[in-house]
Nanobody
Framework: QVQLVESGGGLVQPGGSLRLSCAAS????????MGWYRQAPGKQRELVAT???????NYTDSLKGRFTISRDNAKNTVYLQMNSLKPEDTAVYYC???????????????WGQGTQVTVSS
């Protein structure tokens, strides 16, 4: 089994910063793309950013410049640095990873349980 565990969410004032972490553990042979998604109340889940094992990144255009994704391949961990946070960034943030487990010949998409980020004064 593979698990993704997010941490780092919480309440922050507008203009503040948060750093989310997501650690993958379990029967992992290899991880390809890792990413962050978010879902605000009453809205669909949307892409925030993704990063390949080689460090190539992709961001939703509206978040470029404020959010930075990074990863530590040795720790199977992906991070999301969020700066200049706005109330509209309030959402549950989910980690996603394309993992090849030892028990499978193909990559499988796994999701974390989500971490709440609330931006409010």
């Amino acid at each position: 089994q593979v698990q993704l565990v997010e941490s780092g969410g919480g309440l922050v004032q507008p203009g503040g910063s948060l750093r989310l972490s997501c650690a993958a553990s379990g029967s992992i042979l290899r991880i390809n793309i890792m990413g962050w998604y978010r879902q605000a109340p009453g809205k669909q889940r949307e892409l925030v950013a993704t990063i390949t094992s080689g460090g190539n990144t992709n961001y939703t255009d509206s978040l470029k410049g404020r959010f930075t994704i990074s990863r530590d391949n040795a720790k199977n961990t992906v991070y999301l640095q969020m700066n200049s946070l706005k109330p509209e960034d309030t959402a549950v943030y989910y980690c996603n990873a394309d993992v090849r487990p030892y028990t499978s010949w193909r990559f499988v998409s796994y999701w974390g349980q989500g971490t709440q980020v609330t931006v409010s004064s």
